[in-house]
């Protein structure tokens, strides 16, 4: 149910107090002009949160930039969390994920054509953007985890809500997982509450609906995330015949199958993450295989040699038949460290995922990103596109968004 991974320290609750005096403050110079939001002559779209990671930021950008791009030159400015580099670093072919970050390299790596940069000052990297840093106009920018970053104005602000932690009910750090207070939901064109349960019924939609308390302004929408089919972290090394009797594997060793989990059936699975909230993968793959062990670091973990050392021994312990499953980012992280088995190495596989809009809201949600980048666009052939949105069918359901024509 809705809230159900919400755990409130109560004995905090006087430090979360002091803190939202501080935040409160902070939006408050803001909203008297006192610190300046800044409006560019781009279409902006930003995506974020007002808690503490776990919302599925990335396979929302990912599901505007497949929407998008086919249209479009699109860019995403991120602000790579825990990367090496300083200032705005523009992406290219030998750039690496020390470079930008675990998850503006792996939007980079699944859609190479995309402009991906980097920058913590947002309105710089904007600007750098605009400027033509990337060799190419721009036709719109997604802003990847800004919703506190005020000194930007979007024309879009979407702010993700955790259907298992809805904002709601949750409380102020450090006490709860909330950056923000929940006021601050109020900045927000577009809510969508992520993860919801695929069988979800119209009754809760209606009381989080009634419960969330948005302004006729706002506009929301529920999504749920759907798994594709298991793939090689390292497909060189990968062990076709641990899997080959569980589904059919393609040239590049993906395992395809009506559904993309069965071949983790029957599977003793070591499930290695670096992520926020582990719970939901846990959560959604003990129907397929109640053979789960875990193996949990922090959000954004950098692999240690003796974090390696753990993963080797962990996995080694468990009897055959077992798999190695990880996230997309924590692939990225793991493909640059040494020291993994060969064992692990041929057993690895991620688990990617995408998401979709739920109660038949999609089309109305594509039409509605769509129309505001039209209106907003430098590129006169956008603007002058006819209003009439035809939708395309993707060419594999629900791998993509329904592209809507220009």
């Not at 996995?315 to 077992?322: G, N, R, V």
Request: aromatic share 8%; hydrophobic share 35%.
């Amino acid at each position: 149910m809705e809230g159900d991974f919400i755990n409130i320290n109560k004995k905090l609750l006087p430090l979360s107090w002091c803190y939202g005096l501080g935040v409160g403050f902070r939006n408050l110079l803001f909203e008297m002009g006192v610190l300046k939001s800044r409006s560019f002559k781009v279409p902006v779209i930003s995506v974020g949160n007002i808690t503490v990671g776990g919302t599925g930021k990335t396979p929302h950008v990912e599901y505007l930039i497949r929407l998008l791009k086919d249209h479009l030159n699109v860019a995403v400015l991120s602000r790579g969390y825990k990367r090496k580099s300083h200032g705005f670093v523009l992406a290219g072919k030998d750039t690496t994920m020390w470079d930008i970050g675990d998850e503006p390299y792996q939007m980079k790596q699944k859609f190479p054509d995309i402009t991906m940069a980097v920058d913590s000052k947002r309105t710089r990297g904007i600007q750098k953007l605009i400027d033509g840093e990337a060799g190419k106009e721009i036709d719109v920018i997604l802003l990847d985890d800004a919703f506190q970053h005020r000194y930007v104005k979007p024309g879009i602000n979407i702010l993700l809500v955790d259907y298992h932690r809805l904002v709601i009910y949750d409380k102020l750090l450090p006490a709860g997982r909330l950056r923000e207070p929940v006021k601050s939901k109020d900045r927000a064109d577009v809510v969508i509450v992520t993860k919801c349960p695929k069988d979800m019924k119209p009754m809760e939609y209606r009381v989080i609906t009634k419960a969330m308390k948005l302004y006729p302004y706002q506009r929301l929408f529920f999504s749920t995330h759907e798994y594709d089919a298991p793939k090689p972290v390292f497909p060189d090394l990968s062990n076709r015949e641990s899997i080959e009797s569980l589904g059919v594997i393609d040239s590049m060793g993906v395992l395809e199958s009506l559904d993309p989990l069965s071949p983790l059936a029957g599977k003793n699975i070591l499930l290695l993450t670096g992520i926020a909230s582990p719970e939901q993968m846990v959560q959604d793959l003990t129907p397929v295989t109640p053979n789960i062990s875990t193996l949990t670091f922090g959000d954004h973990h950098a692999f240690r040699p003796k974090d390696i050392r753990r993963i080797n021994e962990r996995f080694s312990a468990l009897p055959d038949p077992k798999l190695i499953i990880t996230t997309e980012k924590d692939a990225t992280r793991l493909e640059a460290v040494e020291g993994l088995s060969d064992e692990v190495k041929s057993h690895l596989y991620t688990l990617p995922i995408h998401m979709t809009i739920m109660m038949g809201q999609q089309e109305d949600f594509n039409n509605h990103i769509i129309k505001y980048v039209r209106k907003n666009s430098r590129n006169s052939i956008l603007v002058k596109g006819k209003d009439d949105h035809k939708p395309k069918d993707s060419h594999r359901s629900g791998d993509r968004p329904r592209t809507i024509s220009f």
